[in-house]
Structures are given as structure tokens and as C-alpha cells.
């Protein structure tokens, strides 16, 4: 993965970000750590608990918190997830076709209001789709890991990748 590039060169002294990376580009058994974290505030738990409409008391009402055992809101694990998930993007799926799921997801500690949490991603596997010529399936396991180096989540996700000659970015100016 050594030759992955953040730029592109598309003109004299003229550079294109260039996000993610391609089936041909992945690595089985490489783990990427994804920077950077992110401290973890009141308004992510409440805005997503109520737009994902999971009202249970333990993410949103303090008062019903404190006759828990943690005596605080715990961080509703659809943040957790959906923000882990979202640090991977940069380098597993930001050039993908589909995300094809998630698989084994496993909440295996706690997170509060204020950890600072960060994901690192290990790819498993990759192979070239048997039903879509010029594409390929990567597998990768994920974790999220708080800055005490807890680990609270864990899952694998499988996503669909062009390959190399049938990248998109071109086509669509990017």
C-alpha cells in the first residue's frame, strides 16, 4: 500500500484530492488506523437517538441514568457505529460501488459522553466478483477503540471496489 496517493497530479503544479482506494490498492492482513478520532458530545447522542427514534431512557434522560450502574447516559450504540463506520470510509469504501453489510457486530464495552474514540480497520479478505467483471469484494474487521485503548466495538463489513482500469474518478472529474 506503499504507493497509495492522496493526490493526483491533473495539470502543471495542479493536484486533485483523491479519496479511498481501489480492489487493486487493498491488502490482506495491512490494518489502517483511522485519524481522526472523535470526542463523543451530548448533541450526537440526543440528535441521533431521536432521529433513529430509540427513545430508551438509558441514552437520553440523565435522571433515569443515575439508578443505573454506570450513573450516567450511555452512548447509544447507532452513534457509535454509525460514526466508527464512517472514519473507515477513507480507506475501505470511499471509492465503492456497494456496500454489500455488516456482519458480527459486537458492543463490547461501554462509551460515555466525552470519550474520545478512534476505528482501525484490518482487511481479510478480496476477491474478484464473480458476477461483476472488473470489480471485487474486499472483507475487512473493524474496531472502534476508545483513547484509553478500549476497545467497544467490533464488526466486519464487506463492500464492492473497482479495479484499477475501471476506476470512476475520471469520468466523473474527480
Known amino acids: ?3 497509495v496517493r492522496a493526490y493526483k497530479k491533473v495539470g502543471d503544479r495542479r493536484w486533485r484530492e483523491s479519496r479511498g482506494l481501489l480492489f487493486d490498492d487493498i491488502e490482506v492482513g495491512a490494518i489502517i488506523e483511522h485519524r481522526p478520532g472523535r470526542t463523543l458530545s451530548e448533541a450526537d447522542n440526543t440528535w441521533m437517538s431521536l432521529l433513529a427514534l430509540n427513545l430508551h431512557p438509558l441514552h437520553i434522560d440523565s435522571a433515569y441514568c443515575e439508578n443505573t450502574e454506570w450513573k450516567r447516559p450511555l452512548v447509544s450504540s ?3 457505529l454509525s460514526i466508527v463506520s464512517g472514519m473507515s470510509v477513507q480507506s475501505t469504501s470511499a471509492k ?4 454489500l453489510g455488516w456482519d458480527n457486530i459486537r458492543l463490547v464495552a461501554p462509551v460515555f459522553i466525552g470519550d474520545t474514540i478512534y476505528a482501525e480497520t484490518e482487511y481479510l479478505d ?3 466478483s464473480e458476477s461483476r467483471p472488473n470489480q471485487g469484494i474486499v472483507s475487512c474487521a473493524t474496531r ?4 484509553d485503548g478500549t476497545v467497544f466495538l467490533t ?3 464487506s463492500f464492492l471496489l473497482p479495479t484499477r482500469e475501471h476506476d470512476l474518478e475520471d469520468l466523473a472529474a474527480y
Open 144 to 147: 472502534g477503540i476508545k483513547a
Open 155 to 157: 464488526c466486519q463489513r
Open 126 to 128: 478480496k476477491r474478484l
Open 78 to 80: 447507532l452513534v457509535t
Open 96 to 99: 465503492g460501488l456497494a456496500n
Open 1 to 3: 500500500m506503499d504507493h
